[in-house]
């Protein structure tokens, strides 16, 4: 076990509303985990919506294959390269990239309708109104020369 932030504390799992997330570096300890859940759920009548449980499968190397054989209450897990978890997408290399280019993109479009909404309002309107948000949108990609002037 490595030691990190949490002292020598292995987290295997996160709870969030009604979300759980579980970690596991084995497919044995991911089944493991997945019957304790299972168990759990059948001893507090909680139902699992065995149609939403998915394993996003992080291999080591690019030739391995995500296994076939994990099951929630005897329901065939499905595995996914890429996995939408409390809103970020973060895929099998453990990297978030896309969910930012996402964000950028949508704060980029915002921008512009906003650009266009106050497109013909006098410069002090603009002033007043535009540059606090132009200047948010240009601290979100420094350096970026992709702004044009008001």
Known sequence: M?????GCELVNNLLFADDICVFSP????????????????????????????????????????APSNVFLNGVRVQFLDQVKYLGVWINASLKDDDDIQ?????????ANKLRGTFDQCSPAVKILYVVPVACQCMLANCGANTHRPL
Do not use: W
């Open 2 to 6: 490595r030691c990190g932030i949490y």
């Open 26 to 65: 084995s497919i044995s300890g991911l089944q493991c985990l997945l019957n304790i859940c299972g168990d759990y759920a059948t001893e507090h009548e909680i139902t699992f919506n065995c149609n939403k449980t998915i394993v996003l499968f992080c291999p080591k190397t690019y030739k391995q294959r």
């Open 102 to 110: 996402r964000q950028v993109k949508s704060l980029y479009c915002a």
